[in-house]
């Protein structure tokens, strides 16, 4: 039975739980109640009494004033909006909070986009009858962050900045201090931006409603041009972003609150991180290296070198020998036309990216079990979800966005469960923290399914349904020794009991894993078993379940679905299958292999084995991310051709034969598909800066050259082309995607899929597989001589080899890499916070300052690689994933001492 409330004496039907102020702006629109407190993505908090309204209990009778934005539409209450009485009380209120304001309007940055002076003039204030206040007007400016900024003679006390710190971010960080007119804003113990904790999210600058809390971009100027939405390049969260653009240059980044993905909110990356698009130190030419030395050419001269080289090689040798790599920070279409290049034009499967050095086990070991290897969910169902388990992910640094609604789920009292070597911010707030010894999660896991066996905590209506091999797997878990695996993990066996009964029992729980689970010698065994526990225990094809990687780049996952992969083509086909076969070679008119050509870790070996002479890379700098950087460098001189498309001359690029500039994301239009299989619309918000070229226009061009013709880079009619190969993508249409995109499978119809496996797996019935444990070669060969363990991990301000976070801002936050390292061990080795430490390994070693941290368990080290004075990965290994050949960064054997090391700081490619 429907429910009715009246505005102005009109009745209007009241959607369930609405309070008046959405009422009224859903029925009227924003214009008739204003508000100073209020945001969209923060709840009610009725601190301003702006929004106040009168209410009725019968039409014309008594009425009570009450703030609208907490208060809940009583049925058949009569509300007036706007009566002489509320006018009145609102004006007097905006009167009152001027007085302890500075009337500077037209100096201000946020001059006619300031929500208080639209106020002012909603409510009719056109002088101020109080006398001046003096309580804000004396605050000092805090201009001592490299982003954030603050001006509190401006500041209301709306405590929109502070909500949104806790509400959005989680982080805490500003506060109110004092009583009365001494009431003022803080940040951490009345310090600066700088010295407080902040994690430098924006959240609070974005909601303030002055410029109180504003950025050193001036983000809510209205000096712009115009706006343009597009998606954030840095992680696999996928933001949206609104970009303001200013005489043909990027002025500011805002995120819009009708974003699903990210709902007004991003990070430091996101937000502030854009500088480098426009840095000195962009490539804006083509480079060939002649006698030994890169040197400028024209773009007809590298195609022309480029063709000739590869039309030699594949004269002498075979297609074989040729090789590319693609990029998941590039769109989906220039993923698509890379392995088309490969595959129809030069005649290989020798086609991988960067997803195989991070979530190639997800993608195998999810296949093998559910059919399909991409997230069963989305990120919204953390609302509906009982129970997270975190296993080997740090998400409030790799994953902002989602971390932080993890961590309000988690503070909010939901179970949380961590599976990780290192006590990350997430495991300071979980119920249960697993803290396994790094290359022990197959052992974990195995004892978690034990009890949930043992004690009978099984769904047994859904295994009988919906999954195929249990008996035999139950029967393998069951023959497991509990003692050998605690000792193994490190992990008592008790709490790994609670926390497998607290995932077992609770109404929907959800699964999330990183790289600490894919970059292991058992990445893909322990994604299987991640899976057997979501299917052992019924939380798949639901809200609020499911097993959801968190993918470490923009679009690793587009990557994999566009084909650049060299067992399968695009839309995940087998390319040994006859049938499969036959269909691409008539798509694509033309002659394709039916073997599986190359992952990067065998084109490293077969170009040091003359197996491998070209190879192709778009914008990946194995030299510096990919492990055991000596090797990596040695098979990467030791071709006849290597092309690169970058934006920067980084490790990779300086070792390339040809160098091709291609754009960023601001400039290029195209399609990201982030973690929870969103196709989301990039689109261009500046032009390419002059000499470069969208890397999909490289593509397109330099097929045309090679003698097949492919029309220039154009999104829309590539995704056209697309729909008609990927299964998945079958109602794919650029102009259909709107501003929040599709999440695949998306219908010829054009409706897409939130949740996967509601009723049946891809593959028909779930499988259970089982899997021992089994030690790390690294640590059986090694592990005597180099007795410390190191795994390695990414900090919130920077994005992997740091290429693009190191040209920005952001290098003013985080300076270099350090080595994490508890006090116990420091102490063995004579080592004091920020001494120089030397790491070596059995390939090499390298000098690194320390940071003493209660984070990681004694004879296990952490460190990151965002910094080429460092060069991390030159003690690394060429250990792998066993079935997906994912190399194993999170067990390194080692062996330390304290040093004399010294470095450049990277702090100087700021401007």
Known sequence: MSTIAYIDNEAFEVQEGETILAFVRRIKGKQLVPTLCDAPNLDPFGSCRVCSVDVALVADGPVKTQASCHTPVMPNSYIYPSSDRVQKLRKNIV?????????????????????????????????????????????????????????????????????????????????????GFD????????????????????????????????????????????????????????????????SGKVKSIQAPYDAKVNSGHTCLKGRFAF???????????????????????????????????????????????????????????????????????????????????CHSPTALGMQRTFGTGAATNSV??????????????????????????MKQQAMKGKTLIVIDPRRTELAKYAQYHLQVRPGTNVAMLNMMLYYIITEGKEDKTFIELRTEGYEEFKKHILGLNIDELEKVTGVDRNLAKDAAIAYATANNAMSFHGLGVTEHSQGTYTVMLIADLAMITGNIGRRGVGVNPLRGQNNVQGAADMGCQPHQGAGYLDVTNVDNHRLYEEFYGAKLPLHIGYKIPQMYEASLNDKMKALWVIGEDMAQTDPNTQYVVSALKKLDLF??????????????????????????????????????????VVEPLPGTKADGQILAEFMTYMGYPQPDYNPETLLEEISQIVPFFAGVKWKELGINGKQWPVAKDGSDTEILHTDTFKRGLGNFVGNDFKESQEIVLNGKDYPYIITTNRELEHYNCGAMTRRTRNVQILTEDVLLICQEDANKHNIADGDFVCVESARGKVD?????????????????????????????????????????????????????????????LVD
């Open 643 to 684: 092309v690169v498309q970058e934006l920067f001359m980084t490790e990779t690029a300086m070792l390339a034969t040809v160098v091709l500039p291609g754009a960023s994301f601001l400039e290029k239009d195209g399609t990201f598909t982030n973690g929870e299989r969103r196709i989301q619309r990039v689109n261009k």
């Open 275 to 357: 500088s480098f698009y426009n840095h000195k130190d962009r490539i804006t030419t083509p480079l060939i290296r002649r006698n030994g030395v890169l040197e400028p050419a024209t773009w007809d001269e590298a195609y022309a070198f480029i063709a000739k080289e590869l039309n030699r090689i594949k004269a002498d040798f075979g297609p074989d020998y040729i090789g590319a790599v693609s990029s998941a920070r590039c769109t989906n279409e220039e993923n698509y036309l890379t392995q088309k290049l490969m595959r129809a034009v030069i005649g290989t499967n020798n086609v991988d990216s960067c997803a195989r050095v």
């Open 183 to 246: 009431s003022h804003i803080v940040k951490g113990m009345e310090t600066t931006f700088n010295e407080s904790a902040c994690v430098s999210c924006g959240a609070c600058a974005q909601a303030c409603p002055t410029s109180a809390i504003s950025d050193v971009f001036e983000s809510k100027s209205i000096e712009f041009d115009e706006k343009v939405r597009t998606i954030c390049t840095y992680c696999g969260v996928g933001c949206n972003l609104e970009v303001s653009v200013k």
């Open 848 to 908: 690194i300052k320390a940071r003493i941290t209660d984070e990681v368990k004694p004879g296990i080290l952490s460190s990151t690689f965002h910094f080429p004075e460092i060069m991390l990965n030159n003690i690394t290994s060429n250990e792998h994933d066993s079935e997906a050949l994912c190399p194993e960064y999170k067990v390194v054997s080692v062996r330390i001492r304290k040093s004399k090391g010294e470095y450049k700081k990277a702090a100087l």
């Open 95 to 179: 009167e009152l909070v001027l007085t302890d304001h500075p009337l500077d309007c037209l100096t201000c940055e946020v001059n006619n986009n300031c929500e208080l002076q639209t106020v002012a003039a909603q409510v009719g204030v056109r002088d101020v009858r109080y006398p001046a206040g003096k309580n804000h007007l004396d605050r000092k400016k805090d201009l001592s962050h490299p982003y954030m900024t603050s001006d509190f003679s401006k500041c209301i006390n709306c405590f929109r900045c502070v909500r949104a710190c806790d509400e959005v971010q989680g982080q805490f960080v500003l506060s109110m201090a004092g009583r």
């Open 380 to 405: 919204i169902d953390l609302k509906f979800t009982d129970c997270m388990m975190v296993i080997g992910a740090n998400p409030t640094s790799g994953h902002p966005v989602t971390g932080a609604k």
